[in-house]
T-cell receptor, first 119, second 113 residues
Framework: AQTVTQSQPEMSVQEAETVTLSCTYD???????LFWYKQPPSRQMILVIR??????QNATENRFSVNFQKAAKSFSLKISDSQLGDAAMYFC????????????????FGQGTRLTINP | NAGVTQTPKFRILKIGQSMTLQCAQD?????MYWYRQDPGMGLKLIYY???????DKGEVPNGYNVSRSTTEDFPLRLELAAPSQTSVYFC????????????FGPGTRLTVT
């Protein structure tokens, strides 16, 4: 079974600075997807960024980018120019790409990292 | 479009009571999921459905039941509520197996005392 580990329960950063959140995962599969979700105090789960394992190029979405190291099974999230609205819980998640297996699109989540932005 | 909606937002149950958490989506998604989020933890899959009439267990199905009679609705039933079921429950949906994104509802905070 796949597992996802986020080793930083809490992180803080000064507004406008850059912060990196860590995530490692364990899988025997070669084809999969990785995600970062943001959960603000409203509890709504918001997709921040995704990465396909078959792509070597790291995904970017505006101020958010990832460092995907497939061999090391590492998937970190970098937030540049941090803003107060970035304060939230961030969850790393894994999903198998085995499309022929029923239910293979289930998400496996890490424990989360609480990010605080200091003004 | 409303997306994924969940009712109620909050509920307090006494031990042994039963209730149904409602989930509906208006995006014509075939795949629907129920997750629970315990304090300080990530989400864990309870049950999922790949279409009307088809459901299957996730990681933590004990104490729950589901049904999927329509594409839009995916209710989660708690029988004989226990304190261990105190959690926040999220419903989600996605269009297909290959769809990248699961769309989440706002969650239901359930307390069992």
């Amino acid at each position: 079974a796949q597992t996802v580990t986020q080793s930083q329960p809490e992180m803080s950063v000064q507004e406008a600075e850059t912060v990196t959140l860590s995530c490692t995962y364990d899988t025997s599969e070669s084809d999969y997807y990785l995600f970062w979700y943001k959960q603000p105090p409203s509890r709504q789960m918001i997709l921040v960024i995704r990465q396909e394992a078959y792509k070597q190029q790291n995904a970017t979405e505006n101020r958010f980018s990832v460092n995907f190291q497939k061999a090391a099974k590492s998937f970190s999230l970098k937030i540049s120019d941090s803003q107060l609205g970035d304060a939230a819980m961030y969850f790393c998640a894994y999903r198998s790409a085995k499309g022929e297996i029923q239910g293979a699109q289930k998400l496996v989540f890490g424990q989360g990292t609480r990010l605080t932005i200091n003004p | 479009n409303a997306g994924v909606t969940q009712t109620p937002k909050f509920r307090i149950l006494k031990i042994g009571q039963s209730m149904t958490l409602q989930c509906a989506q208006d995006m014509n998604h075939n795949y629907m999921y129920w997750y629970r989020q315990d304090p300080g933890m990530g989400l864990k899959l309870i049950y999922y459905s790949v279409g009307a009439g088809i459901t299957d267990k996730g990681e933590v199905p004990n104490g729950y039941n589901v049904s999927r009679s329509t594409t839009e609705d995916f209710p989660l039933r708690l029988e004989l509520a226990a304190p261990s079921q105190t959690s926040v429950y999220f419903c989600a949906s996605s269009y297909s197996r290959q769809a990248y994104e699961q769309y989440f509802g706002p969650g239901t905070r359930l307390t069992v005392t």
